[in-house]
């Protein structure tokens, strides 16, 4: 059973997300700094009586009912403390399928309309059209701003869970496939671009077998320069090694160049930057020993398959003579845009960062089950119904590897020894980091995993 003081901190996580209010605005009204309220509710120090008094003068309600939990508190707080931008079941997260279908006019027939009904301004033809027509995906536009669509969710949890934040993240979790395809779907509102959901896959992105991979080779690092271990182990050698952690990255990795359609075949070494999808590649010749390639750990010569995002990393690197250019045999690609999912992403952020700020792990692990099994099930997974991308898939997991090794070459050249780089988000070096990566849990910082010595008990 949980303790007054967990209920409290539940209950106050709760009537922020109802309200919209972020630490700030709750400390200035019950006069407290932003860092006193955060370690009050990370339970680093305790609620007082007189906190209490005022946080339910600040919600507008007797200061027992805020103390009897998170689900009677948000019974209780006024209407007029809840936000009006437009009815909050307008977009809920849940499966398009839950939704009730719109009305469909009628096909018009020989029989005139009754005289009372009143003229349609154009006649009403989709009822009619072809069936092979393209189809259009019904999309409708979020009743507010795309953060709240995560917030009410989690409101409602936790409300439903009776304040039990284990219960509440378990639910959350469960439906994360659902509830990030829907928020998906309404920040794709108004785009410029109509995306295909299901177009015919390109042989090489087909599975070889019902267990087994397809062709595509995405530039997952597994990576240490030879002579630098070699020579550790031999122990001529002693350096301090810090393990970075790269925060959200398959997040970050949402920002990428997609494909928008149906991808098309062709030959010949031309790379066309406004377009995205995958290649075949003679990737040439890495020049640079204590630097990783971003093809990752790959060992065997010849040709390979790789994605758009590894494909101009690899043209980068050329053109600062890390590499030799690597010549373009045949491509799958079709028309792309770098902003389909950055609504998605903006969105996710937002929430993601007000969550960290609120030692909320509840609305943290449900923001990282959402964008992780977007990734995990955009390809041909049983647990995602509405899209079937499989290229967007190894674009976005490569682009994830391309932007670790990014930083792997910003400490390089700021004169860091690059030690380890391995999984979607690990980076080992030696020197100081602190003056070349910032440190923190945002998506532009980095944390410090553990710290070792290299060539002592390694």
């Avoid at 409290?8 to 605005?25: F, H, I, S, Y």
């Avoid at 925060?247 to 098309?264: E, H, Q, R, S, V």
């Avoid at 020993?289 to 980068?316: K, M, N």
């Avoid at 890390?322 to 045999?329: D, R, S, V």
């Amino acid at each position: 059973m949980m303790s007054t003081e967990e209920t409290l901190r539940l209950t106050v996580a709760a009537l922020m997300q109802l309200t919209r209010e972020r630490q700030p605005d709750v400390a200035a009204a019950i006069g407290l700094t932003q860092p006193q309220l955060s370690r009050r509710q990370s339970g680093k120090s305790a609620w007082t009586l007189t906190d209490c008094d005022r946080l339910a003068a600040h919600w507008g309600m007797p200061t027992l009912d805020l103390l009897a939990g998170p689900t009677h508190a948000a019974g209780c707080l006024p209407a007029a403390r809840r936000p009006t931008t437009g009815a909050q079941t307008a977009m809920p997260l849940a499966p398009p399928a839950s939704a009730p279908p719109a009305p469909r006019r009628a096909a018009p027939t020989a029989t005139p309309a009754p005289a009372e009904t009143a003229p349609a301004p154009a006649p009403a033809p989709a009822a009619a059209a072809p069936s092979s027509a393209p189809r259009t995906p019904r999309r409708a536009a979020p009743a507010g701003p795309l953060p709240d669509l995560i917030r009410d969710r989690v409101a409602a949890a936790l409300t439903e869970a009776g304040g039990d934040a284990d219960v509440a993240q378990a639910a959350l979790i469960k439906r994360a496939v659902p509830d990030v395809m829907a928020l998906f779907a309404a920040s794709r509102v108004g785009g410029r671009y109509e995306h295909s959901e299901f177009p015919p896959t390109a042989g090489i992105l087909q599975k070889r077998s019902q267990k087994g991979a397809d062709a595509i080779w995405e530039g997952r690092p597994k990576w240490r320069p030879a002579d630098l271990h070699r020579a550790a182990r031999a122990g001529h050698i002693t350096m301090d090694v810090t393990a970075l952690d790269m925060n959200a990255a398959y997040l970050a990795a949402l920002k990428t160049w997609l494909p928008i359609g149906k991808l098309t075949h062709s030959e010949g070494d031309y790379h066309d930057p406004k377009r995205s999808g995958v290649h075949l590649v003679d990737p040439g010749e890495w020049l640079t020993p204590d630097l990783p390639s971003p093809l990752g750990s790959r060992q065997e010569p010849g040709p390979l398959w790789i994605t758009e995002p590894t494909l101009r990393a690899l043209i980068r690197c050329a053109g600062m003579d890390l590499c030799t250019p690597p010549k373009i045999m045949e491509s799958w690609t079709s028309g792309a845009s770098e902003g389909l999912l950055e609504k998605m992403r903006r969105a996710l952020v937002t929430v993601r960062d007000e969550a960290i700020d609120n030692n909320d792990e509840v609305t943290t692990e449900y923001v990282k089950s959402m964008y992780s099994k977007f990734v995990s099930t955009i390809g041909e997974s049983a647990a995602n119904r509405e899209i079937r991308r499989p290229d967007w898939m190894h674009i976005i997991r490569s682009q994830a590897f391309v932007n670790l090794w990014l930083k792997a070459h910003k400490a390089h050249k700021a004169g860091l020894t690059v030690v380890q780089m391995s999984g979607t988000d690990e980076l080992h070096v030696s020197g100081n980091w602190q003056a070349v990566f910032p440190e923190g849990r945002g998506l532009s910082q980095v944390k410090a995993k553990n710290i070792y010595t290299l060539g002592g008990d390694e």
